[in-house]
């Protein structure tokens, strides 16, 4: 045995032969490699090691075949404190009874009889028929990810979680771990799957890198990877057809992967599905089939086909109904059939083939068909996978979201199995779970509302029952209550409370009758319901007197235990309930402790039973105490912050002191330094600020907690504060019940840091029975144990910890831990839906342990089988205790109520009866005596109350109404808008007034909103081309004229430069008096070269004039192309061999704007036709509008004449019903009303006529006197006419006569006009009528129009999206190799633009040479010399290096010389004699230097030279090189569009199968056949008369062309002969030119010179510029000359202002000495004098001395007079002596010595 250590991991690998590991070349690699390619797009490249990078035959590691790790160096171990000598083993795992249920793909099968699943942290496999269990833990210990079987069955992956977890491939069955697959994500696996061979296993990691990954599992290598997605990846599966192609789904997408091998390696490419118009889902499912195709699920139970990345068709069950209700889970194509698996529990089995081959005729319709069979394994079921056993063709086993594990026959079949529930387990979280206080019984609940009983020692489920609602917490009721622990207490989501009975029905067989029974059942004691939420907390009290239950609806309820619990009453409390925990028995008093969520602990003490008065309500006052939670955790870093940095504070003070220490000692040696030292001591680094004290906006949950001390309690809280354990206590004040002051945060007195739970908070604690052992749950799964101090509740001791992660990592956060009653074993159970039994420090071996120990199951009660059943309480809705209570009083209330009520109604029924006799009584009383209405009125009061009553309730019901009304109102207009507001115009019908025509409108509709955005769609598109085709001409145009512009700059810069080089330094050299002459010489060599290169520009302009050999005429080939394609050969479009031209092909979108534009000329005719009619019918009513005036006027003037001379009067004419339809619409109040009366009862009908009966006979004798009273009228105005007449006279005759004929005239008039009226809108209408009718022919073949465009659009659509690609295609190979061509371009443009500098260099340089020789001149004996100067090839550094070297003086001449980098094609041994450091004594020095100069030119131009030679030979590689491109893709363009062309004539094929309709007349048709118009008219062409008018004319016009054509030709050879004989003779007189030349030449130069150098160098530019050297340093002299004379002037005058200030200071001097002889004179006389008076001696003495000290004072000024005086004298200047008067002998002699100079 052979231990080797390998280099990726810390576990070592144990080997079981000596040759588990052999060298392998480098070539000989495994299948698709283990070398990783770089990244393209998405994919990601293996990193390389390093010995790949340095070595080019490495010999790698290849892992042999019988190699294997050892499982006891891999799997994850318990974290244990160093040095706390906790055993390892204090926890072992024993059994598993749960199933992580709805994890996706969580059940595998490796042999027939073993499941594998995963388990938290496990791998468990499992025996089917024994239920025995063997476990892998994961190496990380951050949870599994997945399993995989592999397809022999001998090996399974898995794939872990945690940073950086691995893939383990174990063998099977001896679960050794076989390989290790390293570095394949960052946190998690979510799915891995082998390949149909086995040989490649692919992986798919989760958030956040979403990895995908190629393995060669069996070398640990990697193969490709890629970035699978962004966002949640469920599953990656290989072809089973192509190992090349996988596919990849998740949430919200799908890819198909391929394995592409290109120039740089294997490759992994991506194609994303696109939804296109199906809704986005997340797919779960999918299968791929043989052809590549891909069927998925969706979230609304349809399947998508999917072909190339598309959607090709959605697939559903008949009439639309999806094809299972909710996601497709699963696909499996087995055995030529398709069978999906949905979260309905149901598995249907499809055909294959239909799916395959389905085609959708729209993009929007779904394809339906029905599954050939169909298994409904159950109402409740929701299967997620299926497996498939390995001997069997139909046996399949599967995994149920709702807790089962299911063995499914799919053979459809007469002896078809039905479908057997192999496992079934809780399914999601496990709420709640209790461990039996007697014996090894555990009972669990969850919210799949079912309850389970299992014997955790024996790995048996004793029972299950199921209940109407989840259930949400339990507990085991104690032995001091019942001393069979045969009791638990369930608490459900519903509120309801549940007390379960649990014993051995084997002794109650007998009794009942039955013959099988189980071991344990379960029988429901009694069922209460104390809340309105979710149970969440139940806590029994240490002796078992009371139960309190908590909820979500923040109430706490008290029970009285005992055979019947009974209901105490309940509290309030702050927040939802999270656990209860009751005080100790060793406290004095009992109390209760309750955690709420929302950061409340309240204390609230035992009820007392006296003292509660629950008759009304069950909510008793009881005294509590209230804490709520503050956090402390930003103070307590904040303090850790501070203590830090005060300990750096004191260290660095330390430090500080010693170094002051070392200071003092040097300070002494050296004094400078130490100051120096002492002002950086002074600056001190400014402290960062301190962390702010941060506290919650929402308070965090408690998470669960425990009593201490009496008064104090343990805190575990969540979110922000978790990491630490608080210790708090309540406060002494207690506050009563109804209490409704807020409470204030108080912060906890004291904590405790829990290690690594910063981020994973404790979230269950439980003590052993001992209480020297802490057991904790964490939030990541994991199972912490605390040994501990005995009985220490105050945690001092909680400072090492044992720590095994067991469940789930993610989402398995514990939910509860159990002990047993001997403190043997520990069960957790957690979120994700697993319960782990284990051992607590075993002694012996674990079988030895189990053996023998057996649940005991609880006898029954001797009066079980006679006792009745409790009623439980199944409705969700049930009132709970409290709200029972309260409504029960309230009935008793509505009772009392409606009896009052009763009471009060019949009193008012014998008043009723009462006054109804009294009305008899007085309607039977004489008229005169009986009493009125009003009479019966008490008081006025009351009636206008009962008024004002009635109205509020008329207002009432109005306002009950109200919702009504305006649904009706709602729904009225829903109605319009959607048959009447869209109409534009109605059937309007509008008659004739004297015919039976008639003209109607059409019935026209708005044009809808689709219309409006597919119009805006085409305009935008348009303007869209139309600005692309614009910038594509503006590119053209600008990218010429750019080209055309750069080579324009390009050459005035060359010419500029070139004019700066020749003129620039003469120009700055040439001397003022030269300047003229030179100039002239200049001008002249600018005139000679202006004129040769206008020369050059003209024959430039003549050759870029000359066409190209190959030049066309773009007219020419335009009418050679329109000639091509429009005669000669014509092809129908129903011939095979027809090409649709580019301008006539159509795709869908042409067409499609050709429909929108079809349908808005029908509209707008519609609507011009209908706004016609429309006006007709607005001038009919005007029309009969004047017709009723002119008929009224009619009549009055009738009432002029005699009857006799009255004309018959015209009817007036009325409109038809259809033409006004739209007052069918119109409603009105009277309409509403007699709907109303329609509908009103019959009662009220002979109620009102009843009541109506009297005022009736009223009324008819009203009408009759009111009639007898009119008809007494008419008699006497009968009787009051005039009965005898008076003759008018003669006058008046003959004006009665006049306005008698007047009013005939008028008569007439009136008539005829009505007449005119009616006949002018008759005649009008029937113009409109042929109008319309013309309109009606043109509309209906619009129709048909409508309907072929119609067709052919929805023909187009099947080739658009093939249209498009191709199309796409060609106008990317056509943009490629326009871009091509303008790179080959401008590679050609820049190719010329070097050879033209190569040229100008080249000009250069023969200029140069030119230059030289003129240099020269004649007869010079050094020539030979300076030749070789000139030619010599010498090192010299490049410009480049010449600055670097100037940059680095410092290096050594060795490394600047291999840094120079000397030209090596300048060794040349030619040269070596030449010595050209010293000018020969014979030749002229400004001679020599000016080679040395030139050469340096000359290399200068030969190194440029030789680099646009280099850059010439760079530009023809690149643009060979896009030459070859170019034709490459001139070919792809061809393919393209001979793809492109045989797609338009498929689809013209097409198009020409569809029927158009054309009306024809029998003389329009003119196809004869011998005679007779054939009955098939297949082969005749329809042309317009226009078209065919046409055709003939163009005929002619052909002709006419063709002899022009001739014309043309004939004069075109003629001038073609003539322009050849031109060309010849102008050939020969250049040849006589060119001899001429030639001659001319030799006979004045002697051989053949460059007459433009000539030209340009006719001026000595060297010699010129070494004699205006001379001028100009002559120049400069003489100015030099005469700026120091300037300065010596300067100088002189200064000096003379100096001596003239000198000068006035020696008369002060003078003056001042006067003044001292003057003084000295009068103190001889004064001296002379002797005075007695001793005081003004003294005086005298003082003045005397200070005479004498303003005399030295001026002595020294003279003395420094004389200094200056000197000074100026030795610089040349001239002083004279001021003129003065001469001194005096005794008072200057001492002063003329020191004057004379």
Known sequence: MVGVTDTKDDATAVTHASDDYDLQDESETPEYGTTIPTEIGEEVAEEKGEDEKTSKKQLERVLSDNF?????????????????EIPEDLLTFLYSFGYDCTRRVNIQLVDEQTIVFVAGNMVLLMDIKTKEQRHIRSSSGGGIGTVMVHPSGNYFAVGEKGINPNIIIYEYPSLRPYRILRGGTKEAYAFVDFNSSG???????????????IWNWKQEKTVLRSKAFSQDVYRVTFSPENDEQLTTSGSGHIRFWKMVETFTGLKLQGELGRFGKTALTDIDGYVELPDGKVVSGSEWGNMLLWDGGLIKVEICRRDGKPCHQGPINQFVLDEGELITVGTDGCVRVWDFETIDTAESVDEDSLIEMEPMNELNVG?????????????????WCAQDASGRIWKLDLSFSNITQDPECLFSFHSGAIQGMGLSPLTYLMATTALDRTVRIYDFVQNKTMAIVKYSQGGTALVWAPLALYRKGNMIAVGFEDGVIRILEIYNPKGLAHIAGRTEVGEVEIRLKQALKPHTAAVTAIAYEYSGEMLATGSKDHTVFFFLTGYKYAPVGFIRVPGPVVSLEWSPPTHETTALLIFCENGYVVQTALPELQELDTTLTFEIPLPKKYFRFKSI????????????????KEQKEKEKQERLKEKKRMAEENPELATEEEEEEEEEEEEEPLPMIYLPLEPNAILCGFYSNPGQFWLSVAGYDCGYLYHCEFSEVARGSHEDDPIEMEEPFAFLAVEDAAENPIRQMVFNSEGNLLFCGMENGAVRVYPLSFNDYDLKSMQIFWSLSVHDNDNGHIKQICISYDDQFLVTCGADGNIFAFSILPQEDIVELIRGREARVPSPRRDLATDKIADDIDDPNAYSLENAKKKAEMDQIMKLAEEKKAKKRHELHDLQDEFRELQIKNAELPEHVQLKKEDFELDRQIRQDVERQIADRIELVYKEMAWEQEKYRIGLQKLQARFRNAVEFDSIVVHCFESDHKVSTYRVTALSEKYHQLRNDMLRKSLIQADERSKDNLYKESKSAGIDKD????QDLEVDLLKGSQHAQSKMNVGMRQADRLQNLMNKAEKAKKKIDQRKKEWKDLYMSRPDDNYEDPNDVAAIKEAQENMGDFKLKTAADYTVPEHL?????????????LEELIHEFKVEMSRKVVNLRDTKLDIIEQITRLTEQLRSIQMKLDASQHLPIPIIPSLYPDEMPEKLFQIDQEKLLEFREEESSIKKRKKMSEQLSDFGKSSETANASEASSVQHFERNATKSPVTEMIEPSQLEAEIQIIEEKTNLYLQTAVLNKINDLIKNFDAELRVTCHQKCKLDIAMKMADLRHVTLFEEVLLLKEFEKSEDILQERVNQRITERLETQIKSEECLQQLENKKRDVAKQQDKEKALHATFLMSLGENNKHADFLTKVFKKKI???????TKISAESDEESDEESDEESGYSDEDESGSDEGVDDSACPETCDPALFENTLQLREKRLDIEEALAEEKKAVELLKKEYDVIAKKVKVIEGTVKSAKKDLEVLQREKQQKLNELYVVVPLKLHQVEYIVNGDMPSDLVLGLVFTNPALTMLQKRIKELQVEKDEQRELYKQARQKHVQLLRDKGGMEAEIAELDEVCYQEMIRKFGRVVDLEALQTLSVNMTLQELKEKIDVNDAQFQRRIRRKDEKIA?????LTDLTRQYTCRLDQMNMMSMEKWKIETRLNNQQKKMGSDLQKQKANLEEKQDLIQLVERQAKEINKLKDDISLLTRKGGHILPPSQPPLPQEGWGFFEKSLCF
């Not at 307590?636 to 005060?646: D, G, L, P, T």
Request: a positive charge; hydrophobic letters at 35%; charged letters at 35%.
């Open 68 to 84: 294997f790790y050892d499982y006891a160096d891999i799997y994850s171990k318990p974290f244990i404190t160093p040095d706390s």
């Open 1047 to 1050: 080579v324009a700059e390009r």
């Open 1435 to 1441: 090192k010299r550094r490049r410009k480049s290096e």
């Open 199 to 213: 040989n490649l296993l692919a992986s798919i990691g989760g958030h956040p890198d979403y990895m995908l990954t």
């Open 1690 to 1694: 300067e100088l002189q005058t200064e």
């Open 379 to 395: 109402r409740t079921v929701n299967l997620q996978f299926m497996v498939k056993f390995k001997d069997s063709n139909f046996i």
């Open 1145 to 1157: 092909r159509i795709n869908a979108e042409k067409k499609r704007n050709q429909l929108i534009r």
């Open 633 to 648: 955790r930003s103070t307590i870093e904040r303090n850790a912050e501070i203590m830090q940095r005060q300990k750096i």
